[in-house]
């Protein structure tokens, strides 16, 4: 029997059988793997991705090279297929972990699947696995330390522990060692890269995906680390103030996951940072309600918590930027009521009513509104129009958040609308009804098939 929390996690993980979950587990677990795979095919065809996985995807294999139309070897192919991912910041998420654990783990898995010949459960079982892990870990982190992104820190080590799942058939032994081997060499991207919309960043995710798959390699060859290297080491260097009863507490008697924390996630149908979804949701609410002419408005004053209130550049330099900026994300949503993937092309912002509102949005924060966070992402927006008119609108938890998310029809179309805007519908209906077979424990064969046919760029 393992010991400590890294043999607590590998046991867990290790019992983790996708097809006795409940259903409601099995449908969001589905869901993702088809909303993860939508933002590899549309932040895939961005130009700068396109090139970046031709010089980083050489070589053959049995892995996908999603857009290129072969095969790689595994490494190659989790790396070049999350270049794309959190591109356009449409990337899944949870929200009290703080990060992003399907976005790491299905294009982790994909590529392992495929390499290894595992079917549909044997590969859920380990997204699911993963999923639970990684978000225990992310909990009890209680956040990143100052300047860290979350990005390659605790989703990681969940990956790399899904990834000796796969490979292992489960053995709780080689999980550990996984886990151990990702928390020898902890990821530290700089937060302000990221969110200054620097194209760097979108290699973030995917040095994280390629670590999880050699840590997994790894173990399964034999390889280990020292046994107390992630409460000595990697907990130091990667979480903000480690809370170490979060994963005993979250564990039934018989070391299985007490609940499923995948249904609390949350999927995005803004292109933009998650803390900013909040005041999106309340600014497009009015602007869904009224036309609002930008020229007839005087101040749009927002308040939120202070995660939120430090994007507050009013002039962002290209989409990456905009996908960062509450100013002109607010704006925008007020002039269109709605943000969506089409209102950031790529590479300029074009949206002229917008960028001239955003210069007139003031962002402040209060106590209460700090006191709302990780629980919701609170804001208010208020419109004050030259008539002396005052528009309001108040949202806490953002559409897309929590056990209801896919009940949103927005929400539940999004990876269909984003596969057919690329490849069409025929392939897009091929491609989700393979995650579907996947779900059934199914073969990989028929969705690696359709994987090959996608081209982009």
């Known amino acids: 029997m393992n010991s400590g929390l890294v043999g607590m996690l590998a046991e867990a993980v290790a019992r983790t059988r996708f097809e006795s979950a409940p259903a409601e587990v099995r449908e969001r677990a589905e869901f993702l793997v088809a909303d993860v795979l939508s933002t590899i095919v549309s932040g895939g065809a ?3 991705v396109t090139a970046m996985r031709r010089v980083a995807g050489k070589g053959a294999g049995a892995a996908t090279l999603i857009g290129e139309g072969r095969g790689v070897s595994a490494a190659a192919a989790a790396y070049c297929n999350a270049l794309g991912v959190a591109a356009e910041q449409l990337q899944e998420g949870h929200r009290l972990a ?30 699911l696995a993963g999923y639970e892990a990684g978000v225990r870990v992310g909990v009890a982190m209680r956040g990143t330390p100052p300047g860290v992104h979350d990005i390659g820190t605790w989703a990681l080590l ?25 928390g020898y060499a902890p990821q530290a991207f700089d937060a302000e890269t990221v969110f200054a919309g620097a194209s760097a960043s979108h290699l973030a995710l995917a040095s994280a995906c390629q670590e999880s798959v050699m840590a997994a390699y790894a173990a399964v060859a034999g390889f280990d680390a020292e046994k107390d290297v992630f409460e000595r080491h990697w907990i130091t260097r990667s979480a903000a103030d480690f809370d170490s009863s979060v994963i005993p507490l979250s564990l039934d008697q018989n070391g299985s996951w007490k609940e499923y924390l995948i249904t609390g996630g949350y999927v995005k149908i803004h292109p933009a940072c998650a803390h900013l979804h909040g005041a999106i949701d309340a600014a497009a609410s009015l602007g869904s309600q009224t036309i609002i002419d930008p020229e007839s408005v005087d101040k749009v004053f927002v308040l939120t918590y202070s995660g939120a209130a430090t994007f507050d550049d009013p002039a962002p330099a290209n989409d990456l930027c905009a996908r960062f900026s509450l100013p002109f994300l607010v704006a925008s949503a007020l002039v269109h009521g709605h943000l969506d993937e089409a209102s950031l092309p790529e590479g300029a912002i074009e949206d002229a009513g917008a960028t001239e509102l955003a210069k007139r949005v003031h962002i402040s924060t209060t106590p209460e509104m700090d006191g709302g966070y990780p629980a919701g992402r609170p804001a208010q927006v208020e419109v004050h129009l030259f008539s002396g008119r005052v528009l309001r609108a108040a949202w806490s ?31 897009a209906d091929g491609l989700l009804a393979g995650i579907a077979e996947l779900a059934s424990g199914g073969s990989l064969e028929p969705f690696s098939a359709d994987l090959r046919r996608v081209r982009l760029g």
């Open 46 to 48: 961005r130009r700068d």
């Open 98 to 127: 703080r990060g992003h654990p399907a976005s790491h783990l299905v294009p982790v898995l994909l590529a392992l699947g495929e390499e290894s010949g595992a079917d549909g459960y044997a590969l859920m079982s380990a997204l």
């Open 158 to 182: 969940g990956t790399a522990a899904a990834g000796a799942h796969l490979l292992s058939g489960g053995n709780a032994e080689v999980i550990r060692s996984a886990i151990r081997i990702a």
């Open 397 to 427: 938890l953002p559409r897309g958040d929590g056990p209801m998310a896919l009940l949103d029809p927005e929400v539940r179309s999004k990876p269909r609308r984003l596969l057919v805007g690329c490849v069409g519908e025929e392939l």
